[in-house]
């Protein structure tokens, strides 16, 4: 391995590791623009000059120059430091000084650079070229003079995304980022340029001209709109979120989040429940008070058989809320699995992404069986890209034909095309066969059927005839959308035998929004404890204001089965208060009161039943058992998620930034299709 000396201190490396990479790994500060550790390195913002004794008689760009035996870097001599002062008053000579109304002030890779190694004045009084501002839609505000072409979020946009809309245009001072043909960024990651882009040349349009960074208080949560279960940081002034942004987390989402998970914190605050609400004798809901509107479901739960009890938990519920409903209710009918996905869960390896997110990164065959993880998953989407395109694995996909950012074989569109590809010999049965690592993932459209866990069944028979599981590796995996599903699970808030929902006289729904509400008796007292005044809520009895994933502290289970502590950034609004506490409350006014007064407590007879649980950031490997049931399955074809990606529960649907999209993305997608027709 290369040992060299970078500022009188020596370090041997990894064959490959540029200088900038070894000066990082020694602490030595390293400036840059172009440069990002995720992307490929173009060396053209040239700001990671460094000196290399006996080597040319000029700086050279330590971002693109790998390290060799007896190197001797100096990053700080008098040669560097002119260099770099050089370099950014070129890039300084057509920025505008628009830091004062920048929405990157205070967060400027080029603000902090300029004040470090910069020039105090400018030999340029030339015009100053000005570009015109590009409209990539709803997501991302554009001021194109700010940009000092770093190329970015071009390679974002082709690496990472796997959309290539983005691309430099004209050369010398002409040179510009621009889309070729006008259109918005359609991709479900756009807001990660905003994050990429070292100048205020990207940033958000949703939240342009409303904060200071330094105004804001910080709250590092978990993400609750898909069950990938993104790292993110909540910003928030006062009782409001203003923003939120991704934080690193390289087993998870890396350093990345979606747009729906960025841009649908303005739906937390539309159409918000803030009050307990009692329906009357004349039909209509009334405000009440909590102690009327508990005293009220009380009287109902005493009075309603057990066995004519359920409870349903939504997509967004946290753990805490879940397990107290369940000891609340005792021997009633619970379920989780709203979207009639009710496939075999008896056994935990059987309901998880077993190979993790980021053992993705070691597969070399992947096989797609019902899902669009694009949407359904977004970064695990981009996991999966970012393999094929470091390793060039095979992917193979039955079900419905989508774009998903990478190229695969497409084998049927239904299970009978599974029942031959486990009979095959050659094709993709042979790659899978010949796979050190291969791996499947089962998506909601494939067990979100009647014939579900036959479905299951045959993927379990898939997974075992490919090799697919082994002492080391276990590529079973089953894809959930719902962020609150696997944790519900886990705890066994499901239905083992099954009811029938028209026959229950009272339904308590948890945040239950996502389901057809007319399959609830119209003679059923249905209570809605919830954030949104959605579906659910309209269908109330007795509405019971609950808080959102930023307004509580709670445990959630991602599709991996890792556990992640979500913290609260504001507190609810009004009189709506944590879903925990108002069980607990309600178990008082039913006479039997909840043995736990604080969430030390809830959480404490939560580890005690489900040890796994008290391992934050952790998954528990799942033992490799026989589940799924043998029988027919259905002929007609896997379907995806009947879902809009931007208005997948009761927060998007509230937020007019989400239902934008969704007018602008889609009218976008109808163009391409007619053109392509067209074509």
Not at 177 to 201: H, K, M, R, W, Y
Not at 204 to 222: C, D, M, N, V
């Amino acid at each position: 391995m290369p040992k060299l000396t970078i500022d009188g201190m020596e370090i041997e490396v990894e064959p490959g590791t540029s200088i900038l990479q070894a000066a990082e790994q020694l602490g030595v500060e390293v400036p840059r623009f172009c440069y990002h550790d995720k992307l490929t390195v173009p060396a053209n913002c040239r700001m990671c000059l460094v000196e290399v004794e006996g080597g040319p008689p000029k700086p050279q760009a330590s971002c693109a120059l790998a390290c060799a035996d007896n190197m001797v870097v100096h990053t700080n001599s008098p040669m560097v430091k002119k260099a770099r002062t050089g370099v950014l008053e070129m890039q300084l000579i057509n920025h505008p000084l628009d830091c004062p109304i920048c929405d990157q002030g205070g967060e400027c890779d080029l603000q902090d650079q300029a004040y470090a190694y910069g020039f105090d004045r400018s030999r340029y009084h030339e015009s100053k070229s000005a570009m015109p501002d590009k409209e990539l839609g709803p997501l991302i505000k554009t001021v194109m003079t700010r940009c000092i072409n770093c190329t970015r979020c071009v390679r974002f946009a082709d690496e990472i995304a796997g959309t290539p809309m983005l691309g430099q245009l004209n050369r010398g001072e002409d040179s510009e980022i621009g889309t070729f043909i006008e259109q918005a960024v359609d991709t479900e990651l756009s807001g990660n340029l905003i994050d990429v882009c070292p100048v205020g040349a990207l940033t958000s349009k949703p939240y342009a001209f409303t904060a200071r960074s330094w105004e804001l208080q910080k709250t590092e949560t978990i993400d609750v709109h898909d069950a990938v279960g993104s790292n993110i940081r909540v910003d928030s002034r006062g009782n409001e979120v203003m923003r939120i942004l991704p934080r690193l987390h390289e087993d998870v989402n890396e350093e990345w989040i979606n747009d729906k998970t960025r841009f649908s914190y303005d739906g937390l605050k539309k159409k918000r429940l803030d009050r307990p609400w009692v329906r009357g004798d004349d039909g209509k809901l009334h405000e009440a008070s909590w102690d009327d509107a508990l005293t009220a479901v009380a009287a109902q739960l005493k009075k309603t058989k057990p066995e004519k009890t359920a409870a349903l938990a939504g997509d967004l519920c946290d753990l805490e809320s879940m397990v107290a409903l369940k000891d609340l209710l005792g021997s009633s009918h619970f379920e989780c699995r709203t979207d009639r996905t009710f496939f075999d869960v008896s056994e935990r390896c059987g309901y998880l992404f077993n190979t993790t997110i980021a053992g993705i990164e070691k597969a070399d065959a992947i096989l797609l069986i019902g899902t669009n993880p694009r949407h359904e998953a977004t970064l695990i989407n981009a996991r999966i890209r970012k393999t094929w395109l470091e390793k060039q694995i095979k992917i193979a996909m039955i079900g419905e034909e989508t774009d998903l950012t990478y190229p695969y074989e497409h084998l049927g569109t239904g299970p009978q095309n599974l029942e031959k590809l486990i009979k095959a010999k050659s094709g993709f049965a042979e790659t899978l066969k010949k796979a050190e690592n291969p791996m499947l993932i089962v998506g909601m459209g494939a067990l979100q059927r009647e014939d579900g866990d036959a479905v299951q069944n045959l993927a379990r028979e898939a997974a075992e005839t490919f090799g697919m599981v082994t002492k080391d590796w276990n590529g079973f995996n089953v894809l959930h959308h719902a962020a609150s599903r696997v944790g519900a699970l886990d705890i066994g808030f499901y239905a083992k035998d099954g009811f029938n929902l028209a026959d229950m006289s009272l339904v308590y729904l948890l945040g239950a929004d996502d389901f057809d509400m007319s399959a609830i008796s119209k003679k059923a007292f249905v209570v809605y404890q919830g954030h949104h005044g959605d579906a659910g809520a309209a269908r109330a009895d007795v509405i019971l204001p609950g808080a959102a994933y930023t307004e509580k502290d709670g445990l959630y289970v991602n599709t991996e089965g890792r556990v992640q502590m979500a913290k609260r950034a504001v507190n609810p609004p009004g009189d709506a208060r944590e879903d925990w506490t108002v069980l607990r409350a309600l178990s008082g006014h039913m006479g039997k009161a909840l043995p736990y007064d604080n969430h030390v407590q809830l959480r404490d007879r939560i580890v005690k039943e489900w040890p796994h649980m008290g391992d934050i950031d952790s998954t528990a490997p799942a033992e490799w058992k026989k589940f799924g049931i043998k029988s027919n399955v259905l002929k007609n074809n896997f379907k995806p998620l009947s879902q809009d990606f931007y208005l997948t529960n009761a927060i998007c649907r509230a937020s007019a930034t989400m239902n934008e999209c969704t007018t602008e993305f889609h009218t976008e997608s109808q163009k391409a299709a007619h053109m392509q027709a067209a074509e």
